[in-house]
């Protein structure tokens, strides 16, 4: 590509890796002012902020030498190598697992950081991380493997370009996602107000089987598609589907069984803790579910109400006491202990309220989504392209 220069990551940069908690230290949940940065707070080329542990402060000076600071680009280096983000300006001496390098120091008259994160989670960059993998029972990225990466070059001003066509793309999504959460936020705010805390003594205590049904439908001989786009539990989080798999329906697994239907309130049955739940809006016809999930429709109650009543905090740690208590392999749910949950009936006027609001609310959540997906299936289609040149950005 003519002006465009091949050159190696290490000789315009430096990669320096994170450091080891000093033996019998633990990271703590009350915040200070040392976040501590591990390879699982790295969740779609973006630092969990709301999840991050903390370092003690005592324990701060022994690891200081190992902070990140903003527009830093780390990336795993052990087990799953290759996730990848850059430092927001928010955080402010974070520390960084040994698992992970930060690659500093960078020179900006030759390279862009943003550039440089962009293509590291480009199939290029991607498929160059994974080829320097080292570990024969454990994947490694050595320093030294980073260091030789090469990386194909346009001039500062197109990779500033490049970046800032990209990184607005991801501020957009962003924006819808915050936007959804402060949505979801605002439905629960509202329902904790509503029907937990000025709930009426005089309300009847009435069992959640009576207004749900479970698991209703199954795969049958009859179905009428061969093929099916299957969503397993790891793959929806707190509401959000992370994507679908394809398979013939004679390879599929043996656990792609659940039919569903539109506003179907989805719950894993294992270990409730880790939050694999989601409300089903407007499925194709052709997807299926884990046999994994409670699949609850709603035919007699409001299905919003349902969904945040089973995946509030409270909720949540109060089923995975339950789950904890079963007799199975692991911490999990009966379809008899969701339908056995109690709860005090609002007066149908403050339920029908509450129904409109939330409905209005979930309609903005799910149009909000669609534009998530667009953007996303747009950004990933435009950044193997951009980082190749085939598709040039004005200067």
Known sequence: ??????????????????????????????????????????????????????????????????????????????????????????LHLASLTENCAKIV?????????????????????????????????????????IKDIPILLPPLPEQKAIAAVLSSLDDKIDLLHRQNKTLEAMAETLFRQWFVEEADERWETVKLGNYIETNVSSIKKEFPSSEIRYLDTGSLNEGKIDGFQFFNLTDAPSRAKRIVKHNDVLISTVRPDQKHYGIIKNPENDIIVSTGFCVISCKKLNPHFVYIFLTNSDMTEYLHSIAEGSTSTYPSLKPSDIENLEFQMPPQDKLKSFSDYADNAWDKIEYNYKQQIILENLRDSLLPQLMSGEVRVKV
């Open 1 to 90: 590509m003519k002006g465009w220069k091949e050159c190696k990551l290490g000789d315009l940069s430096e990669v320096k890796g994170g450091k080891r908690l000093p033996l019998g230290s633990n990271l703590t949940e009350t915040a200070t002012s040392h976040p501590y940065i591990r390879t699982r707070d790295i969740n779609n080329n973006k630092i969990a902020i709301n999840e991050l542990l903390f370092v003690p402060d005592e324990v701060f000076p022994a690891i200081k030498r190992y902070t990140v600071d903003k527009g830093d680009v780390i990336v795993s280096i052990v087990g799953t190598i290759g996730l990848c983000s850059i430092i927001p300006s928010k």
């Open 105 to 145: 120091n960078i020179d900006e008259n030759i390279l862009d950081k943003k550039f440089l994160f962009y293509y590291l989670i480009s199939s290029d960059g991607q498929d160059e991380i994974l080829s320097r993998n080292v570990g024969s029972t454990q994947p490694k990225l050595p320093l030294y493997n």
